[in-house]
C-alpha cells in the first residue's frame, strides 16, 4: 500500500490533474460506438476541439494514443520518406521528436540550441533564403519543450516563411501548450499541430489530438509515408459517413473530453490562458526569492507552462523531486538527460488554481532546506502571494 494522508500535490508538467468533474463523468460503462450515441457526443467533440487549437479551417482527429503516436500521424499524413525537414533540438522532447522523424527516414537537418534557449531561428532564416528550390517540406517545431520550460515564438517562425514565401509545411507539437498557452493554429499558419490529453486538458493520458489544415490534408494525398493506425483517410472516410470511428474509440475519454472541453469554455479560453500567466509568473517569481536560476535563458522564452529551476552544483537536483515524493507527498518533475540532477521542474498547467501552486512553493522551499540549500522559509510564498493578491480576478460565476 502506498497512502498518504490529504491530497498529492501533482507538480510534474504532465500527467495533470484530473477534476472531480471529469472523474465522474467518465465513470460509466462501456457503449456500442455504432449506436447513435456516440456519432452524436464525437460530432460535437470534434467541432469544440477546433476552438482550442483556435482554427475554423482545421480538421481534428482524435486518436486513441499518446502524444508520440499524434507525432507520428502528423508526420506519416503528409511527408514522404527522404523528404526534407527543419526540426529544432532545445530539450528532451524535441530530441525524442528528432529521433522519430530520423526513424521515419525523413532527411532532418536537426538545428540544435543550447538546453534553456528557445529554437534558432537565425539559422531558420537562413536555411530558406538558401533554398530557393524548396527542397524544405516542412518546419517541426516543439511549441513549449517541457524538459527545459522553453516556449518558442511561433508568430515569427510563420513570420519567416512568409517572408521568404516558403511553402514548407508548419508542424507543431503544442502537447504541452495547447489549451495553457496562446496558440493560434489559423493566426500562424499552422498546418497540423498535434496535443495529448494528459496535459492542459487534465484528461487520462490515451487521447493523441491532431488538429490538420487544408494544406496538410492537400499534401496527405500524395504524402507517401507508410501509415495504416494513423492514417487520416480512414477517419475522413467516417466522418463523411457520419459514424466517425475507423475503429473502437475509449467511450470514457470521450466522455471525459466533452467534460473537460466545457470546463474550459465555462471559464473561458483566454482566462484560461490567463490563470496559466499568473501561474507562470508567481513560480518564477518564487525562484527569483530563493536565488535560483531558471533554466530558460532569456524572458522571452519563459514559460506558463512549466519551469525548470536550476539548482547549484552541489545539489543532486533528482533528490528534491525524491525527498518532496517521500516526504511532502508531492510530485515534482526529473531533470531529464542533459539537464538530468541539474534542474527540477515545476509543472503548473492544467485544472490547478494559485492557492495548490502556493502550496507546492511552501514544499519547495521547505525541500531545498532539506537538501542542504537554505532559503528563508515563506520567502517564496511571500513574493508569489504578493502577486497573487494583485491579480486574482472574480471567479465569474460566483461575482
Ligand atoms: C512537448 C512534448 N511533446 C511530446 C511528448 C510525448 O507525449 P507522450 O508522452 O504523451 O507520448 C511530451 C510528453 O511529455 C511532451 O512534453
Known amino acids: 500500500m502506498d497512502n498518504a494522508p490529504g491530497r498529492h500535490h501533482l507538480f510534474v508538467p504532465g500527467p495533470t490533474n484530473i477534476p472531480e468533474q471529469v472523474i465522474r463523468a467518465m465513470n460509466r460503462n462501456n457503449e456500442d460506438y455504432r449506436a447513435p450515441a456516440i456519432p452524436a457526443l464525437t460530432k460535437t467533440l470534434l467541432e469544440d476541439v477546433k476552438k482550442i487549437f483556435k482554427t475554423s479551417t482545421g480538421i481534428p482527429f482524435l486518436f486513441p494514443t499518446t502524444g508520440t503516436g499524434a507525432w507520428e500521424s502528423a508526420l506519416t499524413n503528409t511527408l514522404s520518406p527522404g523528404d526534407r525537414i527543419v526540426s529544432f533540438l532545445i530539450g528532451q522532447f524535441s530530441l525524442l521528436w528528432i529521433d522519430q522523424q530520423q526513424r521515419l527516414n525523413f532527411n532532418v537537418d536537426v538545428v540544435e540550441s543550447d538546453w534553456g534557449q528557445g529554437a534558432n531561428l537565425d539559422v531558420l532564416e537562413s536555411k530558406l533564403a538558401s533554398d530557393r528550390t524548396h527542397t524544405i517540406k516542412a518546419i517541426c517545431i516543439v511549441h513549449n519543450e517541457t524538459a527545459t520550460g522553453v516556449t518558442n515564438n511561433l508568430a515569427k517562425v510563420r513570420k519567416i516563411l512568409d517572408d521568404y514565401q516558403h511553402p514548407a509545411l508548419l508542424i507543431v507539437d503544442g502537447v504541452s501548450s495547447i489549451c495553457a498557452l ?34 496538410a490534408i492537400e499534401a496527405s494525398k500524395s504524402a507517401k509515408s507508410l501509415r495504416v493506425f494513423f492514417d487520416w483517410n480512414d477517419y475522413l472516410k467516417f466522418y463523411k459517413l457520419g459514424t466517425y470511428w475507423p475503429y473502437t474509440p475509449s467511450i470514457q475519454l470521450l466522455y471525459g473530453l466533452r467534460e473537460a472541453l466545457d470546463l474550459i469554455f465555462e471559464e473561458g479560453l483566454d482566462n484560461v490562458i490567463l490563470r496559466h500567466k499568473r501561474l507562470g509568473h508567481a513560480t518564477r517569481l518564487a525562484v527569483e526569492a530563493w536565488g535560483l536560476k531558471n533554466c530558460t535563458q532569456k524572458e522571452e522564452w519563459y514559460s506558463d507552462t512549466v519551469t525548470a529551476v536550476l539548482v547549484p552544483p552541489y545539489i543532486d537536483a533528482a533528490e528534491v523531486v525524491r525527498r518532496s515524493w517521500k516526504r511532502y507527498n508531492m510530485s515534482l518533475g526529473l531533470g531529464l538527460n542533459k539537464v538530468a540532477g541539474k534542474v527540477f521542474r515545476i509543472g503548473h498547467l492544467g485544472n490547478l488554481n494559485e492557492l495548490q501552486l502556493l502550496g507546492c512553493l511552501a514544499g519547495v522551499e521547505m525541500i531545498l532546506n532539506d537538501v542542504g540549500y537554505p532559503v528563508k522559509l515563506g520567502s517564496g510564498v511571500a513574493a508569489a502571494s504578493a502577486y497573487f493578491q494583485n491579480n486574482i480576478p472574480m471567479i465569474p460565476s460566483r461575482i
Open 182 to 215: 496562446d496558440f493560434r493554429m489559423d493566426e500562424w499558419g499552422v498546418d497540423v499541430a498535434v496535443t495529448g490529453s494528459q496535459k492542459a486538458l487534465s484528461l487520462p493520458t490515451g487521447l493523441g489530438i491532431v488538429c490538420a489544415g487544408p494544406k
